[in-house]
C-alpha cells in the first residue's frame, strides 16, 4: 500500500516557502553567471543600429527557417549561421530582437525565434515575447510536499561548444625567450625515478635568490612545460614569441629552504632541501629538467564571433600540436597579430588559400597569371598575447597550413 505523508498547514506553508528560496537561489545563480557573460560597447552599438530596421533580406541564409525553438546542445554560433549568410555578424542577430533580448547570452532552451519579413527587411523577435523574455520559459508548477531534483540542463546557451575551447585555455604557453629559463624547475624524483607521471613525488627549485615558498592555508598549483619552440613570422623570420609544450600539473607540497650542518672540523655548511610537489596531472611523462610556471585564475569568458572593426592582414605561424602538419575543423593554430596589433578575443578572420599561378595558353605571349586568393574557411581568435594569439578553426574547405594569410571575413 502506498503512504502519502501529510503536514500540517503551518509546515507546508513553511516548505513551501523553503522551497520557493530555493528556486530563487539557483535563478539569481544563473542570472548571475549570464551577467558574466558581457557584451562589449561595440557589439551593442552595431546591435542598436541594425534594431532601428532589421537586415537586408539579401543578407539571410537562404534557407532560413520561419521559426526555430532553441533546443539543449545549440550554440549562438549556430544558430546565427542558421538565419544569416555569414555567422560572424552575431551582433546584428541580436540586433534583430534587441526589443525582446537584452542580453544574447541569456537565450535559452525552448524558447521560439520567429522570423518577420517585411519591406525588403528582415527582424527576428522571440514568440510570445514579453515580460519574460530575458528568463527561461516558465511553467506552471504545482508545489507538493515531496523531495524533487532537477539537472541545470536549461541554462543559457554558449556561444560556442565551450569543449573545444577550454584546453587551450590552461595548456598552450606563449612566453618570451627568458620567461620560461627563469621559471622553477624540477630537479629530482623521488626513488631517482627518471619519468613522473600522475601520482608520483618530485622535488623542484627556483631561481637563486627567488626559492619555491608555501603560502600557508593556499594550495599552490603548477603547470609543467618542457620545450619552448620559437615562433617565427612567417613573411620577416622574425621570432614573435616562444610555445611551451604543456606536460602536466603539480602541487606543492612543501617549501624550499637551506639546512645547515656543523661538520667534524667544526665548519658550518649550507645545503640546499629542493621544494617538494606531487603530480596531479599528466598529459605526458614529465622529468627532471622541465619547467613549472603558476597555473592562472580560471576565468569565464564570454567569446562573441565578430568581424573586426578595421582591417586586418595576418599570417598563420604554427598549428597547434607537435605531430600536426596541417589544421583541419576545431583545431588551433598560432597568428602572427596580438594585442599589438589591435587583436581582440573574438575575432572572426577569413583563411586565404593563394591563388594558383600559371602560364596563359590562350595568350600568344604566354603571360604569367596568378588566379584570384580565395577564401578557405574562417577561425576565431580565443586568446591572446602581445605579439601573437590562438585561434580556433570554425570552418574550412582545404587544410590549414603554416604561412596561410588571414584578412576581414567580410
Given at each position: 500500500m502506498q503512504h502519502e505523508m501529510t503536514y500540517p498547514k503551518s509546515a507546508r506553508t513553511k516548505l513551501a516557502m523553503a522551497l520557493a528560496a530555493a528556486a530563487t537561489t539557483l535563478l539569481c545563480s544563473a542570472s548571475l553567471l549570464a551577467q558574466n557573460l558581457t557584451v562589449t560597447p561595440g557589439q551593442k552599438a552595431v546591435a542598436e543600429q541594425v534594431a532601428q530596421a532589421g537586415v537586408p533580406l539579401t543578407e539571410l541564409a537562404a534557407n532560413a527557417p520561419?521559426?526555430?525553438?532553441?533546443?539543449s546542445?545549440?550554440?549562438?554560433?549556430a544558430i546565427s549561421g542558421l538565419f544569416l549568410k555569414s555567422a560572424w555578424r552575431w551582433p546584428e542577430l541580436w540586433g534583430m530582437n534587441l526589443n525582446d533580448i537584452r542580453n544574447p547570452h541569456r537565450i535559452f532552451p525552448g524558447q521560439r525565434?520567429?522570423?518577420?519579413?517585411?519591406?525588403?527587411?528582415?527582424?527576428l523577435r522571440l514568440a510570445g515575447a514579453g515580460a519574460g523574455a530575458d528568463s527561461p520559459p516558465i511553467e506552471t508548477i504545482r508545489v507538493s510536499p515531496r523531495t524533487r531534483f532537477e539537472t541545470l540542463e536549461g541554462?543559457?546557451?554558449?556561444?560556442?561548444?565551450?569543449?573545444?575551447?577550454?584546453?587551450?585555455?590552461?595548456e598552450p604557453e606563449i612566453v618570451?625567450?627568458?620567461?620560461?629559463?627563469?621559471?622553477?624547475?624540477?630537479?629530482?624524483?623521488?626513488?631517482?625515478?627518471?619519468?613522473?607521471?600522475?601520482?608520483?613525488?618530485a622535488y623542484a627549485r627556483g631561481q637563486t635568490g627567488k626559492p619555491m615558498l608555501d603560502a600557508p592555508g593556499k594550495q599552490q598549483e603548477f603547470r609543467i612545460f618542457r620545450n619552448a619552440t620559437p615562433l617565427?613570422?612567417?613573411?620577416?623570420?622574425?621570432?614573435?614569441?616562444?610555445?611551451?609544450q604543456y606536460v602536466g600539473k603539480a602541487v606543492l607540497v612543501r617549501s624550499e629552504t637551506q639546512q645547515t650542518s656543523i661538520d667534524k672540523d667544526g665548519k658550518e655548511t649550507s645545503v640546499v632541501v629542493p621544494a617538494t610537489i606531487d603530480i596531479v596531472g599528466a598529459k605526458e611523462e614529465m622529468r627532471v629538467g622541465d619547467r613549472m610556471l603558476p597555473e592562472p585564475a580560471r576565468q569565464l569568458v564570454s567569446y562573441a564571433p565578430r568581424a573586426p572593426v578595421?582591417?586586418?592582414?595576418?599570417?598563420?605561424?604554427?598549428?597547434?600540436?607537435s605531430a600536426v602538419v596541417n589544421a583541419a575543423q576545431n583545431q588551433v593554430v598560432a597568428i602572427n597579430r596580438g594585442t599589438r596589433d589591435g587583436m581582440e578575443v573574438g575575432y572572426v578572420l577569413a583563411i586565404l588559400k593563394d591563388g594558383e599561378r600559371m602560364i596563359d595558353k590562350t595568350d600568344a605571349a604566354r603571360a604569367p597569371m596568378k588566379l584570384p586568393d580565395e577564401r578557405n574557411g574562417l577561425l576565431m581568435v580565443f586568446r591572446t598575447f602581445e605579439r601573437l594569439s590562438y585561434a580556433l578553426v570554425l570552418d574550412i574547405t582545404?587544410?590549414?597550413?603554416?604561412?596561410d594569410r588571414l584578412a576581414n571575413p567580410r
Open positions: 520561419d521559426s526555430y525553438t532553441v533546443k546542445g545549440d550554440t549562438l554560433w525565434l520567429v522570423l518577420e519579413r517585411k519591406d525588403g527587411r528582415a527582424t541554462g543559457a546557451l554558449p556561444t560556442l561548444k565551450a569543449h573545444l575551447i577550454e584546453p587551450f585555455l590552461a618570451d625567450e627568458n620567461s620560461l629559463l627563469a621559471a622553477p624547475r624540477i630537479v629530482a624524483a623521488l626513488d631517482g625515478r627518471v619519468l613522473l607521471t600522475n601520482g608520483d613525488r617565427r613570422d612567417p613573411g620577416s623570420g622574425e621570432v614573435l614569441g616562444y610555445e611551451a578595421g582591417k586586418v592582414e595576418g599570417r598563420i605561424v604554427s598549428v597547434y600540436g582545404d587544410g590549414v597550413k603554416v604561412g
